[in-house]
């Protein structure tokens, strides 16, 4: 059965440091996102890509985050100067369809610890 | 009113009762609900989407109230591998396009 990958599993990095989020996406599916997890808490939206472009982005993706789909299979979301605060899981997801009909596929996550 | 709202829990069941989470969304025009199953510090897996008539897939029934908007989960005959939180989310138009919406989940302990 096809999955969406991520990796690394876990990263750890200093405050200050960019750190780049990889994920393959299931391979027919046209929407990719990006949510995050803080331990304890409930899974917030960070962005939608559809069409190689942001669809939606949330008032936590600030100009700190990028997302880009560079070759056509991998959609990577980069931090570029990371703070304590992004410590937390990040999931990607991917959906053959949005709106309607858009069962959302996730990856098993990247835990990011920013000290 | 919070966009997605669930009774965090705990649910405390013995095994082979049956349990209901009950989810509340504050748009009328949200226009697709999910349930998904997260086991501690995995990634949210897919338990059902759920229509307008209902759907039901072995010991699990999902129901969708739009006129009081809220999603329901009945889960039947409690398995100990039940055990997990529960999320509901749901897609919201948003600015032309529509966003998923996670509510905080339900933890459901399943007790032998």
């Known amino acids: 059965e096809p999955e969406v990958t991520q990796t690394p599993s876990h990263q750890v990095t200093q405050m200050g440091q960019e750190v780049i989020l990889r994920c393959v996406p299931i391979?027919?599916?046209?929407?990719f996102y990006w949510y995050r997890q803080i331990l304890g808490q409930k899974v917030e939206f960070l962005v939608s890509f559809y069409n190689n472009e942001i669809s939606e982005k949330s008032e936590i993706f600030d100009d700190q985050f990028s997302v880009e789909r560079p070759d056509g299979s991998n959609f990577t979301l980069k931090i570029r100067s990371t703070k304590l605060e992004d410590s937390a899981m990040y999931f990607c997801a991917s959906s053959m369809a949005s709106g309607r009909v858009g069962e959302q596929f996730f990856g098993p996550g990247t835990r990011l610890t920013v000290l | 009113r919070k966009e997605v709202e669930q009774d965090p829990g705990p649910f405390n069941v013995p095994e082979g009762a049956t349990v209901a989470f009950n989810c509340t969304y504050s748009?009328?025009?949200?226009?697709?609900f999910f349930w998904y199953r997260q086991d501690c510090r995995k990634e949210p897996k897919l338990l059902m989407s759920v229509y307008s008539s209902g759907n039901e897939d072995g010991r699990f029934t999902a129901q969708l109230n739009r006129a009081s908007q809220y999603i329901s989960l009945l889960i039947r005959d409690s398995k100990l591998s039940d055990s997990a939180t529960y999320l509901c989310v749901v897609n919201m138009p948003t600015s032309g396009t529509y966003k998923y919406i996670f509510g905080t989940g339900t933890r459901l302990k399943v007790l032998a």
């Open positions: 391979s027919n599916h046209l929407y």
């Open positions: 748009n009328s025009a949200s226009q697709s």
